[in-house]
């Protein structure tokens, strides 16, 4: 939660006293420690300089005694050591143990001194070289130091929180008379936001805040007529642009986009329209003329463009001066027909395709059944019922492709039941399936697949895949021909082959090839008994189980299409 002018103003004034005293705590705090410190050492070092000369020989005689004589008049602990730094005699046992470097620095400089802790506390340590090559060593605790420093702080303390109290309070009542003037504009421009123009701010304070005063009740008075006008139209052609579908944009008379809706984005396939020139932002030159140059008449009201490049278009473009000349501007619309064309046209081919492949088999059996209502001898007649039969199960079949490529479509993904599937057992099932129509044709069907090479897939969607497949190849193939099935693993995928030595298929239908009832050549596949559903059915049974479905084809060498399926390692067998 922010904090008020006022709160702020009297942080302000209580963090500076506080700062104050704390940088004036820590300085005397700081210099009165390191004062009494440098006077203990200097104390230290004296006292152990007279006890070091008046020990003598009687330090080496009695070193114990002398320790303990002169740390009961200097109330020190006392601590004699010879030449080669071993203790002779102690003032208390924790000293007899406690050699440190302050000993060495005595026996080569004369004086040797450290600050250390033993037993949680801190001491300080004069050492100093004497006669007869004899060290004695004084050591203080610091509390003689720290408990005058601690006593002045605490007065110090009280000093700044007395302090620290006045501040708050002259605080308070400067900070409550500064922000009277602030809370009242605060109050009134609150009032403004909400959208209340009914303030009277009256004539204001003198000093500085008047002048915002002033300014703010001016506003105040200028937006209660122009606020509500622009807030109508703001929103009105917020929801207006936002809901099209269309994409629109507006163009400065420089072209640059000074207003653009999300439909414009999507159909241009670039973000963040606004700011930028048309002749960056519009790829296709088609499209350009009309926008860049919109006096030539280019593109007249609704007239359709055909885009090109990563995403072909279908686009009716208008374009409109605004103020009636492009000195002020222009206005684009951009209706995108591209969904609506290809949905008109799958419509219209799949009601062609669907009339065209039942009219044959309809007409056969009509012509046929009227035959036989005429009459007929008795063999002409079982020749007739047979060729009905044929045609109604060519009518059969188609019905059941549809049913099925309609299931398919309508098939929720996460219902697909996938497992591993051993890819070589599907593919010699599909060979035995296929065997008769093969050697009809003279076709040979081979396939060498390793059981062990496992796919992720519904084993009788990948087997309906592979069916499809291998009857195309049969059925499309030369006589005499060969269809190969081969499989191999291919890092975290498994790719099923189908490949033939056929005529092979034309680089224009490839792209078209999975589409429902396309057929690369119409007689010849109609004459094959093919109604263009299959590879549409085998997309779809690939796809459902994670997978995809490629085809390459070389005119006159053959046609060769691949599954590409998640792999599963082959199961361990002990």
Do not use: C
Not at 107 to 129: F, M, P, Q
Not at 510 to 529: C, K, M, N
């Amino acid at each position: 939660m922010a904090m008020s002018f006022r709160t702020k103003l009297l942080a302000s004034h209580v963090g500076l006293v506080v700062a104050v005293g704390a940088i004036a705590l820590v300085s005397l705090d700081r210099s009165l420690t390191d004062d009494l410190v440098r006077q203990l050492d200097q104390r230290l070092e004296q006292q152990a300089r007279g006890a070091a000369d008046w020990a003598g020989e009687g330090g080496r005689r009695h070193p114990d005694k002398v320790a303990t004589r002169v740390a009961n008049i200097v109330h020190a602990e006392v601590t004699i050591f010879d030449r080669d730094g071993a203790v002779l005699g102690a003032s208390s046992a924790e000293g007899r143990r406690d050699v440190g470097r302050e000993v060495a620095d005595a026996k080569t400089s004369g004086v040797g001194r450290d600050t250390r802790a033993r037993n949680g506390e801190d001491l300080h340590y004069v050492a100093v070289a004497g006669s007869e090559g004899l060290v004695l060593r004084l050591a203080a605790p610091l509390s003689e130091v720290r408990e005058p420093v601690t006593a002045i702080r605490a007065r110090f303390l009280f000093a700044s929180a007395l302090a620290a109290a006045v501040a708050v309070v002259l605080a308070s009542l400067a900070s409550r008379l500064a922000s009277r003037p602030l809370g009242a504009m605060t109050r009134a421009a609150s009032r403004l936001a909400r959208g209340d123009f009914d303030v009277a701010m009256g004539e204001g304070p003198k000093d500085e805040f008047g002048v915002l005063w002033r300014a703010l009740a001016s506003l105040a008075e200028q937006l209660e007529a122009r606020i509500g006008d622009l807030e109508r139209e703001r929103d009105q052609l917020s929801a207006i642009l936002s809901g099209m579908v269309e994409g629109v944009l507006v163009l400065d008379r420089s072209l640059s986009v000074v207003v653009a809706n999300p439909a414009a984005e999507r159909i241009l396939e670039v973000d963040e329209l606004v700011g930028k020139k048309a002749d960056e932002i519009v790829a296709d030159p088609a499209l350009r003329a009309p926008i860049v140059s919109p006096r030539a008449g280019d593109a007249g009201p609704g007239e359709v463009i055909e885009t090109t490049g990563p995403t072909p278009r279908s686009l009716a473009v208008y374009v409109r001066p605004l103020g009636g000349d492009t000195e002020g501007g222009t206005v684009v619309v951009l209706h995108d027909l591209t969904h609506l064309k290809r949905l008109t046209t799958i419509r219209r081919d799949f009601v062609a395709n669907v009339s065209h492949e039942l009219r044959t088999p309809v007409t056969s059996i009509q012509g046929y059944a009227e035959t036989l209502l005429r009459g007929v001898d008795g063999e002409t007649a079982r020749q007739f019922h047979e060729i009905i039969h044929r045609q109604a199960q060519r009518i059969g079949a188609l019905v059941e492709q549809l049913l099925a490529l309609s299931e398919l479509e309508a098939r929720e993904p996460d219902k697909t039941r996938l497992e591993p599937v051993p890819v070589g057992f599907v593919a010699a099932h599909v060979a035995e399936t296929v065997r008769g129509r093969a050697e009809s044709r003279g076709v040979r069907v081979e396939h060498d697949i390793n059981n062990d090479i496992m796919a992720i897939s519904d084993e009788e969607s990948l087997e309906r895949a592979l069916l499809n497949l291998v009857d195309n190849a049969i059925k499309y193939g030369r006589e005499g021909g060969v269809v190969r099935m081969k499989a191999h693993a291919d890092g975290g995928n498994v790719r099923v082959v189908v490949e033939d030595d056929g005529p092979g298929i034309a680089p224009e239908h490839l792209p078209r090839l999975f589409e429902r009832f396309y057929r690369v050549d119409p007689g010849r596949s109609r004459t094959a008994g093919g109604a263009g559903l299959g590879l549409s059915i085998v997309k779809h049974l690939v796809e459902a189980s994670g997978g995809e479905v490629t085809v390459a084809s070389e005119v006159g060498r053959g046609t060769t299409f691949t599954i590409r399926l998640a792999h599963a390692p082959a199961p361990v067998t002990g």
